[in-house]
């Protein structure tokens, strides 16, 4: 087997530039031999390393990792020094020793220590009063931009105006804590940090009132029809709804229906209905219904 191994690295040139050829000898030596060189156990990303090597002679020597590849001519007997630039980025590398044979060595390189925490959180408004509405998620990473796998907890805090503030601590799981809460009563800006040693990150969520509740309407008739409007209008949690809200007005003047669309302005909807006989006036917002106005005809 290792006479096979030997003739497709010397077909395919491996004593050339790293190219296509050199990686199918790379894939083929995976199978050779113990190899004679020793690769480091415990290898931290951006750390200096050594590969020791036994017996004498000259050989040529190949590394391939995750964002690297190079050869270099070395001495047998004598330890290859990996630089902590060529092990900046963590995940599997193979050792490849050349000589009349070829042999090769795995070895895995470990993040360093977290020095960035990522946090992402979903949405960034929400309306109150609904379950399991807001998401957070916090990804660990090294100085050299690698996720650190090594368990860590991150503890989450969410604080809002008027409430006291509320914690929980998360273990990371392959390199990520997450945590899943629903939105409060009050509408107004809702903050969240994820903390880990002494790396923070802060987030807000923004909680909205939610659909309108309970609408109650009054009008009076006018030079030009009938004036109508909405009391206040809030949420089911007393919160006021964002300007904009539609509502609609409806009016029934016998066999006549008419509908206006009006938008929230300061809390306030309002609209004028053309109607000149008795007329039923009511309002509806989503799924929320007002109370009915009967209005006499116009004398």
């Known amino acids: 087997m290792s006479s096979s191994i030997n003739t497709a690295c010397k077909s395919h040139k491996v004593h050339g530039a790293l190219v296509a050829g050199v990686f199918i000898c790379l894939a083929m030596v995976a199978v050779a031999q113990e190899a004679p060189l020793h690769v480091p156990s415990n290898a931290v990303a951006g750390q200096a390393a050594s590969i020791a090597t036994t017996g004498g002679g000259s050989a040529t020597f190949y590394l391939v990792g995750p964002s690297i590849s190079f050869k270099q001519d070395v001495e047998l007997g ?19 020793l050349c000589t009349g044979t070829c042999s090769s060595a795995r070895f895995f390189v470990v993040p360093g220590k977290a020095a960035a925490l990522t946090f992402l959180v979903h949405p960034s408004r929400a309306p109150v009063g609904l379950n399991d ?5 916090a990804f660990p990473f090294d100085q050299f931009h690698n996720l650190v796998l090594a368990p860590a907890t991150v503890q989450f805090e969410l604080t809002a105006k008027g409430s006291a503030p ?18 409060g009563k009050s509408a107004g800006a809702l903050q969240i940090s994820a903390s880990l040693s002494d790396l923070v990150a802060r987030r807000v969520v923004q909680q909205v009132a939610s659909d309108p509740c309970n609408l109650r309407i009054k009008g009076q008739r006018t030079a030009k029809g009938i004036l109508v409007e909405t009391e206040p209008v809030r949420d089911c949690s ?5 300007d904009g809200t539609i509502v609609t007005f409806t009016a029934k003047d016998g066999h006549e229906v008419s509908f206006v669309d009006a938008p929230v302005k300061q809390d306030i909807a309002r609209a004028t209905m053309v109607a000149k006989g008795p007329v039923v006036v009511s309002a509806a917002s989503g799924v929320a219904t007002g109370n009915e106005l009967r209005l006499g005809g116009k004398e």
């Open 78 to 96: 004598q330890n290859i020094d990996l630089t902590a630039k060529e092990l900046q980025t963590s995940g599997d590398y193979v050792a490849v």
């Open 133 to 137: 509405v807001i998401n957070g998620v």
């Open 166 to 183: 509320t914690s929980r601590r998360v273990q990371t799981h392959d390199g990520i804590a997450w945590f899943r809460t629903s939105s």
């Open 238 to 242: 007393g919160n006021p709804v964002p």
